[in-house]
């Protein structure tokens, strides 16, 4: 499965600030617009680097994204190691 | 008729500047005093001109249109990408004669390169710039490789372009003097499984390699060798590589290799408020990671 429409958000997360704050305010609608299916959006809105991982989603994508969500290293760390 | 006086390889983890502070075992401080030498012997080179050997960490560009190599010769350039790192924003200029000269070059020998006429440098660029040329008065052209989205070029080919830029550099005819800068590696993972991670023994062997100019050792590699022991950050060895090619033949010396796991680890965001807090890790022992080289 490609994880094109999940690395386009996040792509997008990153170099859009509005986009990012409308995200955080309604997130299931932006992704529905990104067109991501239920569970790539779950993953996406609670940040579940495990899921994502196994999602395909890019990893230096993924990376700048918890980073941005304030995940901490040793908590992504764990959660990639469950991937 | 140019030249190319010096050419020097040296990793540009976004931590260099996140997580400047000293560790016990004074790992950091070593790399930083290599980066002042090698500051040193770059500016006693005299050079007129830089390329930059480099990867874009999907920035600048993404899969919708993804170059495996792209020449970026803009007129001029401003950076880091990255707004929050603790860093000064600086402007570069370009040297979009000399990049159209090599990309017209290159399609004739049948690198089909991408091109870009604008840029934004990341963290990848301006930080080793800042580092080996803080007067930022040089003008650049970057080579970008794609080391970051899979599928990759070969290590081959990536030596194949480096041994031809050196031959276009020395071919273009005005009698300047290039130094070439590799920029990114070395064993790393990033948003994947043994991220925090540093394969010494591979560094040291890599290391090794490029100090005796044993490039064919490298060009054989296959992304998965590298994947297995340096994981997805130590595709960036590319860089390297090529400007290894560049100046075949010649030895290197390596002038630190500083295993710091808080340089692994650090990331930056591009905007927004600064999340240093959050994404720091409580200090472990410190372990391994990319050092300075100068190829003279």
Known sequence: MSAYRINKLLFDLQMKPELFDEFLAHPEAVADRYHLTPEEARAVIEVDATALSRLGTQPYLLRFYTVRRGMSNEELIRQLELA | ?296
């Open chain 2, 1 to 296: 008729m140019a030249e190319i006086v010096a050419a020097v390889a040296c990793a540009h983890a976004p931590g260099v500047v996140m997580r400047p502070e000293p560790d016990a075992a004074g790992l950091k401080e070593r790399w930083f005093r290599a980066m002042d030498e090698a500051r040193a012997r770059l500016a006693a080179a005299r050079p007129d001109a830089l390329v930059v050997v480099c990867n874009d960490h999907i920035q600048n560009f993404f899969f919708n249109n993804w170059p495996t190599f792209c020449l970026a010769y803009p007129e001029e350039m401003e950076g880091p990408f990255e707004r929050h790192l603790p860093m000064p924003r600086y402007q570069l200029r370009g040297y979009p004669e000399f990049g159209a000269y090599f990309l017209e070059q290159a399609l004739g020998a049948h690198f089909d390169l991408a091109s870009s006429q604008e840029y934004e440098p990341d963290h990848g660029v301006m930080i080793p710039l800042s580092r080996l040329r803080p007067e930022m008065d040089l003008p650049v052209t970057l080579l970008l490789q794609n080391c970051v989205q899979p599928p990759l070029p070969t290590p081959r080919r990536c030596a194949e372009l480096g041994r031809f830029l050196g031959q276009a550099i020395r071919a273009w005819p005005r009698p300047e003097r290039f130094a070439l800068i590799a920029v990114g590696a070395l064993s790393h993972w990033i948003g994947i499984k043994r991220m925090g991670e540093i394969n010494e023994a591979w560094d040291r062997w890599l290391l090794e390699l490029i100090c005796q100019g044993r490039l064919e050792e490298i060009a054989r590699l296959s992304s998965a060798d590298i994947e297995r022991e340096g994981g997805n950050g130590g595709q960036e060895i590319r860089n390297w590589l090529t400007v290894m090619a560049a100046v075949e033949g010649h030895p290197a010396e390596q002038l630190a290799y500083a295993p710091v796991r808080d340089w692994v680890l650090a990331a930056p965001w591009r905007t927004g408020i600064w999340p240093a807090r959050g994404a720091d890790l409580p200090r472990p022992p410190p372990r391994l990671t990319p050092g300075a080289l100068a190829l003279q």
